[in-house]
């Protein structure tokens, strides 16, 4: 198993390189050369596993053998240990031929515990082996940074440093990361806004030269292949709880920057039988546009009641691209380049038809978020956060067999949403008993000034102790 960039230089990397990497140096993804294939009977012999087992038996192709198997199953056992349910992923019957999977047992009540808790321990060995030590770094407006926090928390070899805006982020955002005390655990509060926060984030991976010797910055955002890898694994699970690989299974996915609608892709793409994959988005619908109208264009970003799907443009929709455009790399390059200079692409009729029979898309407003989880709610007593209810109106839009199986992947527990909650007129529910004591945890933040060498001080500080 290698992989290539989807720009076309560099030629083939290891999972070990494209792990530490994340970005390729052409400014492409990386992607498979080729996807492990699994056969109906291999995908069928795989029924019944365990969520810990059956990751192990999806991800190993992919690491191809660079790590020793009993240590990856190991990494593997100790991320989904940390779920609060023991089916780690479990799925609820909505109605008749509709679930949700439930992606936020995880330590920080989101989806991306699944992929960032692997992600810190994969890291962790990987850099251990070469004698090596990094600094994670990244920005965040409330939700991502936790579980980055989460991930990195017990590596030996990373120090993680999230910036976040002071007094911007909500309580319960905040104090899911100024509340984890590791020493490696450094939590920025930047008198600035978000925007400031990601500038500055940017600037210290351009010019690295603050950092001492033998250190370098990762990037744990979602162009990492490794978290791609992750997520591919529930999908494999669903579909098995529900009668795959024997019937196609639909699902709907509420989708940012494409990385865990992607997963789906390559679930697909390694023999999964999915009939239908549909990206739900909230007014910040450059993907939707571009399903329904050929009409990738970018446009000012909103903020809206499901803030982890605020997006301009979508991260890893590259990675899909490629594979529209034949996985020719020069010609993505091209149509990349023009992406950037007009702010706009399109592919051609048949390419965009042909891409459209697995994929449909469904956008949903502020007011119809609202609106929809009072309406769920009144009908099932389930509370659905307001990310998750884009995939669960999105199948009310988008026409799919009856018959099949669906199911939305609900990214949030809807504590961590209470304004969306409330504005449906509904009351925001308890924090789940394993976080009851969360406002009682002790905090620890630094309140730092909206200065670039302010940070990059701070940081440099913070490793010489
Ligand atoms: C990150 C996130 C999403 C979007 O996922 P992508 O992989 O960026 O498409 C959706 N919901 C929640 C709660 C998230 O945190």
Redo the contacts with the bound molecule.
């Keep these: 198993m290698k992989y290539i960039s989807t720009r076309g230089q560099g030629g083939e990397k290891s999972f070990q390189e494209v792990l530490l990497a994340g970005l390729a140096e052409d400014g492409g993804l990386y992607v498979p050369a080729e996807l492990p294939q699994f056969s109906l009977e291999k995908i069928r012999s795989l029924r019944g596993l365990p969520y810990n087992e059956l990751a192990f038996e999806v991800i190993k192709p992919f690491v191809a053998g660079e790590i020793p198997d009993a240590k990856l199953k190991e990494m593997i056992d100790d991320s989904y240990a940390e779920f609060a349910h023991e089916a780690v992923a479990p799925l609820t019957q909505l109605k008749s031929q509709q679930w949700v999977m439930e992606l936020?047992h995880g330590p920080t009540l989101?989806?991306?515990d699944f992929a960032l808790q692997l992600l810190g321990r994969l890291l962790d060995y990987v850099l251990t082996e070469k004698g090596e030590r990094a600094v994670v770094l990244g920005a965040t407006s409330g939700?991502?940074g936790s579980?980055a926090i989460e991930g990195c928390r017990h590596s030996e070899a990373l120090d993680i440093f999230i910036l976040h805006p002071y007094q911007r982020v909500s309580e319960v955002q905040r104090r899911q990361m100024t509340t984890v005390l590791d020493t490696n655990v450094n939590n920025i509060a930047v008198q600035g806004n978000f925007d400031d926060c990601q500038a500055m984030v940017k600037q210290c991976f351009s010019d690295q030269s603050f950092l001492p010797e033998n250190t370098s910055l990762v990037a744990v955002n979602?162009i990492n292949w490794a978290r791609i890898m992750a997520?591919v694994v529930y999908y494999f699970h669903a579909a098995l709880e529900l009668g795959g690989p024997d019937r196609e299974i639909a699902f709907s996915?509420?989708?940012?920057?494409?990385?865990?609608?992607?997963a789906g892709y390559i679930a697909k793409g390694m023999g999964l039988p999915i009939g239908k994959l549909v990206v739900a988005t909230n007014q910040n619908d450059i993907l939707h546009r571009f399903f329904q109208e050929n009409d990738y264009s970018k446009q000012g970003l909103e903020h809206t009641l499901?803030p982890?799907?605020d997006?301009m443009v979508?991260?890893?929709f590259e990675r899909l691209l490629f594979d529209i455009l034949g996985r020719d790399g020069k010609a993505l390059a091209d149509l990349m380049a023009t992406f950037e200079s007009t702010g706009k692409l399109s592919v051609t009729d048949d390419r965009w038809q042909n891409i459209r029979k697995l994929f449909d898309s469904s956008r949903t407003d502020d007011q119809s978020t609202c609106e929809a989880i009072k309406a769920l709610f009144d009908r099932t007593e389930y509370l659905a956060?307001p990310?998750?209810i884009t995939g669960i109106r999105a199948l009310e839009e988008v026409k799919i067999d009856s018959s099949m199986p669906k199911v939305v992947l609900s990214?949030?527990h809807p504590v961590?949403f209470p304004e969306a909650v409330e504005k449906a007129g509904l009351e925001s529910p308890e924090l789940p008993h394993h976080m009851k004591d969360l406002h009682d945890r002790e905090e620890r933040y630094d309140v730092v000034d909206n200065e670039l060498n302010s940070v990059k001080g701070f940081i440099q500080k913070r490793l010489s102790q």
Excluded at 253 to 262: E, L, Q
């Design positions: 936020f989101a989806f991306k939700d991502t579980a979602s997520q996915v509420p989708t940012g920057n494409f990385g865990d609608i992607f499901s982890s799907m997006i979508s991260s890893n956060d990310h998750t990214t949030a961590k």
